[in-house]
């Protein structure tokens, strides 16, 4: 699949780029993508709800009434999970939401998100580029000459481009991010995915391994 190469003018270069039909052209596996999403959504959970159990509460031991012919439940003091007040029955406990996954998994859940986007020509391909300072306006003026403002959008760039990062932030629906850090949930969560020339090559190289 050959895509045009455009300028933050979002003008035509005149050259074209070649998608790797490994990685944008596979057919979708759509259960590695759910575990692949599922494991980020799991790792991005703090885990640290609680609830305090019986031993907790703080109030008196003393038994409030006898064991039988109450014509209730059985209780017996005050931090009874069946009193107002009392303990929780089962109640969360801090815990590590986190799970493996092996690599290849996730490798072809990031191509079958990527194969997604080209199927759907959600991806803009643009050539090399940075910011001398961070510019929210000239970063909206990028966005709208490529045609993709106003819609969900991920810039992959090569490396650490921190003044476009800084522009783009407070953006809603926009984000920068590194090509090494691209992930399933992320490519799918955006309506187009704006990639540099360096980044395919990046991205070509960690899921071509």
């Known amino acids: 699949m050959e895509v045009s190469v455009l300028n933050i003018k979002g003008q035509e270069t005149g050259r074209k780029v070649t998608l790797n039909d490994a990685i944008y052209g596979i057919e979708p596996n759509d259960h590695v993508i759910y575990l692949d999403v599922k494991q980020y959504l799991a790792n991005q959970r703090q885990g640290n709800a609680k609830s305090k159990e019986r031993s907790e ?6 038994k409030l009434g006898r064991q039988k012919g109450g014509g209730g439940a059985r209780h017996g003091d005050i931090n009874s999970p069946l009193l107002r007040g009392g303990a929780r029955v089962f109640g969360p406990k801090p815990r590590d939401y986190s799970f493996k996954l092996n690599k290849k998994v996730k490798q072809l859940a990031r ?12 991806i803009v391909v643009v050539e090399d580029f940075t910011l001398d300072a961070p510019k929210t306006k000239e970063f909206v003026t990028i ?25 783009a932030r407070n953006l809603q629906g926009t ?26 090559e990046v991205i070509d190289g960690i899921l071509n391994k």
């Open 143 to 167: 966005a709208k000459n490529l045609k993709v403002d106003g819609k969900k959008s991920l810039f992959v760039l090569a490396g650490g481009n921190n003044n476009v990062y800084l522009s």
């Open 57 to 62: 509460i703080s109030g008196s031991t003393r």
């Open 175 to 200: 984000e920068v991010m590194e090509a090494q850090k691209v992930n399933t949930y992320k490519v799918l969560n955006a309506d187009v995915l704006v990639i540099s020339e360096k980044s395919l």
């Open 111 to 122: 191509k079958s998100a990527l194969s997604y986007k080209a199927q759907e020509n959600a």
